[in-house]
């Protein structure tokens, strides 16, 4: 299993970005996939999760409303669009693989993590 993310980067407050995660070495389409974060100092924070069809999808009540999961089962890949970003959304952003199709919010119910991306919010 291999997740690479990428997308990162330095932006201002209300601007958007679009990470993605590429996905190798499993069925994409069978497993959940999810976006954690993690600023300094802080634990690891559940971000998004999408079932392994895209049918199901939920985010954390910090991010609702202005980050978007999203999934291309064909291309094997991953997405998280962030809008109207804030000092606070600055972390570095995981890409998780789940253990079955469906998925929560908890850490135990994924398997493999990517090395991560860097998102700098200025205010």
């Known amino acids: 299993v291999q997740l690479v993310e990428s997308g990162g980067g330095l932006v201002q407050s209300g601007e958007s970005l679009r990470l993605s995660c590429v996905a190798s070495g499993f069925t994409f389409s069978s497993y959940a996939m999810g976006w954690f974060r993690q600023a300094p100092g802080k634990e690891r924070e559940w971000v998004a999760w999408?079932?392994?069809?895209?049918?199901?999808?939920f985010h954390a009540q910090t991010v609702e409303g202005r980050f978007t999961i999203s999934r291309d089962n064909s291309k094997y890949t991953l997405f998280l669009q962030m809008n109207s970003l804030k000092p606070e959304d600055t972390a570095l952003y995981y890409c998780s693989k789940g253990k079955r199709s469906l998925a929560t919010h908890q850490p135990s119910d994924y398997d493999s993590w990517g090395p991560g991306t860097q998102v700098t919010v200025s205010s």
């Open positions: 999408i079932s392994g069809s895209g049918e199901m999808l």
